[in-house]
């Protein structure tokens, strides 16, 4: 069967079973809109800039667990989405980005709107493509998908040139084939690990995106009981192990809780799980859980002894080995181990000011009101922070947030796509003001096709977590950080089609939410909070974590 590049791309993404697509149309990538005009059993949702069509590609592929899919014209079209793909190849988040370029002829003569776009994400995803022959073009497009969602998933790049667009060639269906990925460990790794478990006294399980990528929750969870070993999490792992769960701790890190940084600090094993030890978690590395062997589980073996020497290491999907470990491990009682992990939790609980109006006052509002069941996206800053600490997540694929790269702008476009990809959630995002105005824009996407997400604001008329910074460690020199102007962001939201709620006492708060959230529409919830509210507890950057303090410590060294 004869067709164009264009329709080749199409029937590509139909094989694959893409049934929504983000992006932003322009000259060079004419022809393939042209062709996707003719699919409507494809979804094509037009975001206000094409950095939005990144994130909402990454939160849809988050949220489902499928291959996100967004697509951009050359030049400036194809240079917006680079900080999307950024952030989703900091976070192993498997999206196929489709830019188009301008002809063969008029490559690398700088063009109108030329740019070698494959060049500059190099660095930024697993694999990138320049299509120059349309013979090439549908195989290029299964690798780009099998290569995206292989692994250690993340971000692909296909970039075709006008000419193969419109170019005609024999196009014949594929079934998707899955990408093998070589078995690297042996039964001595397991062996080893094994035997470092069962010699444990005082276990503790650190578990990290790995564990939601490979939805080994459950394999998870019947570890941690079967070892009897107290969990706690990363930002990107939130999900993974259940937040209620009685071996729960907490987040680890700068900014988790005194009970998972201690615990940590104070065990004899520590097993990470699916993480990659990153310097928000590990503070000083030299002082990072240095009483304790390690145990590392990990798909990528370039993480492994990369930031912490590991004692054990297993090279495979998460999923797999913990199953493997299950059958082997012989149950234990560490209940004195247990019952130190449980005074500390009851020590150190988190706690904010109860009389007033806070972030954390209105997350576990939301966690209240949506019974915990919400998929929660966020953007970067102190909201993330205790998005992160007061919400509790039950299931993976429920907490969406910009971890590696730390995207101010992610959120709005992460909600979006989350919401078009599991229409039967809620879909909240929690915004700082300041994250707010960077895709704010895209509050018109979501009022556009109707997509009832709620969009909340955290008004502190700061940036807040660059704020706290100088407030610490700054003497108080608040350089650029000021928010208060005239942006009225209940008018923001109307004049882009959005319902608009205001919130500037915590007694409003309760008929707020639930306002929010009966509405069938997008809507924007502003909570006005007070400027110097701080996220405690926190580790002062390259500190150990087991020198974490929270606003009490402040106290007692003031006085």
Same mark, same amino acid.
């Given at each position: 069967?004869?067709?164009t590049?264009?329709?080749i ?9 893409v ?6 149309p ?6 393939i809109?042209?062709a996707l005009?003719k699919h ?6 037009l ?5 939005g069509a990144?994130h909402?590609a #990454?939160g849809?592929?988050?949220a489902t667990g499928k291959?996100?899919v967004c697509m951009a014209t050359s030049?400036?079209?194809a240079t917006n989405?680079?900080?999307g793909i ?10 196929v980005?489709?830019?188009?370029n301008v002809?063969?002829?008029a490559l690398?003569?700088?063009s109108?709107?030329?740019v070698?776009i494959a060049?500059?994400?190099m660095p930024i ?5 320049i299509v120059k022959d349309?013979?090439n073009?549908?195989d290029?497009?299964?690798k780009a998908f099998a290569?995206a ?8 790049l296909?970039d075709?040139?006008k000419?193969v667009?419109a170019d005609k ?5 594929q079934e998707?084939?899955?990408y093998?990925?070589p078995?690297?460990?042996?039964d001595e ?6 035997k470092l ?8 399980i650190?578990?990290?995106?790995g564990t ?5 929750s459950?394999?998870l ?5 079967r070892?009897?070993?107290p ?5 990107m ?8 769960d009685e071996l ?9 809780t005194k009970?998972a940084?201690?615990?940590?600090s104070?065990? #004899? ?6 993480a990659?030890f ?7 590395v ?11 589980? #990990?798909?990528d073996p370039?993480?492994i002894n ?6 054990a290491?297993i090279?495979?999907?998460v999923?797999e080995v913990l199953?493997?470990l299950?059958?082997k491990v012989?149950?234990k009682?560490?209940s004195e181990?247990i019952?130190?992990?449980?005074e500390l939790k ?16 209105v ?10 069941e919400a998929?929660?996206t966020?953007d970067?800053?102190q909201h993330?922070?205790?998005a992160a600490?007061?919400y509790?997540y039950?299931?993976?694929r429920t907490?969406?947030?910009s971890?590696?790269?730390?995207t101010?702008g992610?959120?709005l476009g ?7 990809g599991r229409?039967d ?8 003001d ?10 018109a996407?979501a ?5 009832p997400?709620?969009e ?5 008329e ?16 608040y350089s650029?950080?000021?928010l208060? #102007? ?5 008018l923001?939201?109307?004049?882009l089609?959005?319902e608009?709620i205001r919130?500037?006492r915590k007694?409003?708060?309760k008929d707020?939410?639930?306002k ?5 529409k ?6 006005v ?9 926190m ?6 974590i087991e020198?974490?303090?929270d ?9």
């Amino acid at each position: 069967m004869q067709l164009t590049g264009s329709e080749i791309v199409i029937e590509c993404l139909k094989e694959q079973g893409v049934d929504t697509v983000f992006g932003y149309p322009g000259g060079t990538i004419l022809n393939i809109y042209d062709a996707l005009y003719k699919h409507p059993e494809i979804r094509h949702i037009l975001t206000s800039h094409e950095q939005g069509a990144a994130h909402a590609a #990454d939160g849809y592929a988050r949220a489902t667990g499928k291959v996100g899919v967004c697509m951009a014209t050359s030049g400036p079209g194809a240079t917006n989405l680079v900080t999307g793909i950024a952030t989703a190849f900091m976070d192993s988040v498997p999206i196929v980005a489709i830019t188009c370029n301008v002809n063969l002829p008029a490559l690398g003569k700088d063009s109108f709107q030329e740019v070698d776009i494959a060049g500059v994400t190099m660095p930024i995803t697993k694999h990138g493509y320049i299509v120059k022959d349309i013979n090439n073009l549908a195989d290029t497009i299964r690798k780009a998908f099998a290569i995206a969602r292989s692994g250690r998933p993340g971000p692909v790049l296909v970039d075709i040139t006008k000419d193969v667009t419109a170019d005609k060639a024999e196009y014949k269906k594929q079934e998707p084939v899955a990408y093998e990925i070589p078995k690297r460990y042996t039964d001595e790794d397991i062996d080893r690990v094994v035997k470092l478990i069962e010699k444990s006294k005082r276990p503790f399980i650190y578990t990290g995106g790995g564990t939601v990528i490979s939805g080994a929750s459950k394999e998870l969870s019947e570890f941690a009981h079967r070892i009897d070993a107290p969990v706690c999490d990363t930002l990107m792992g939130k999900g993974g192990f259940d937040g209620n769960d009685e071996l729960y701790t907490g987040m680890i890190g700068m900014h988790g809780t005194k009970t998972a940084n201690f615990g940590v600090s104070r065990c #004899d094993l520590l097993i990470a799980v699916g993480a990659r030890f990153s310097d928000r978690v590990t503070g000083k590395v030299s002082k990072f859980a240095n009483k304790a062997k390690i145990i590392h589980i #990990d798909i990528d073996p370039a993480e492994i002894n990369k930031n912490i020497r590991a004692d054990a290491s297993i090279v495979g999907d998460v999923k797999e080995v913990l199953s493997i470990l299950n059958s082997k491990v012989n149950r234990k009682d560490n209940s004195e181990w247990i019952a130190s992990i449980k005074e500390l939790k009851e020590k150190y609980p988190l706690k904010y000011e109860a009389d007033k109006l806070t972030c954390p006052a209105v997350i576990e509002e939301l966690y209240v009101q949506t019974g915990g069941e919400a998929i929660i996206t966020t953007d970067v800053g102190q909201h993330q922070m205790w998005a992160a600490q007061y919400y509790k997540y039950k299931e993976p694929r429920t907490f969406l947030s910009s971890g590696g790269l730390g995207t101010m702008g992610y959120g709005l476009g992460a909600c979006i796509g989350a919401k078009v990809g599991r229409p039967d959630k809620t879909v909240i995002n929690i915004a700082g003001d300041g994250c707010f105005r960077m895709n704010m824009n895209e509050l018109a996407t979501a009022s556009r096709y109707n997509i009832p997400i709620i969009e909340v604001v955290i008004n502190n008329e700061v940036l807040g977590m660059v704020r706290q910074w100088q407030t610490l460690f700054y003497g108080g020199r608040y350089s650029n950080t000021v928010l208060t #102007d005239k942006v009225d962001y209940q008018l923001v939201a109307r004049g882009l089609g959005c319902e608009a709620i205001r919130v500037t006492r915590k007694e409003e708060l309760k008929d707020a939410v639930k306002k929010a959230l009966s509405l069938d529409k997008p809507v924007l919830l502003e909570c006005v909070i007070d400027a110097d509210d701080k996220v405690f507890p926190m580790v002062p950057a390259g500190a150990p974590i087991e020198e974490a303090f929270d606003a009490d410590d402040l106290k007692d060294r003031s006085e």
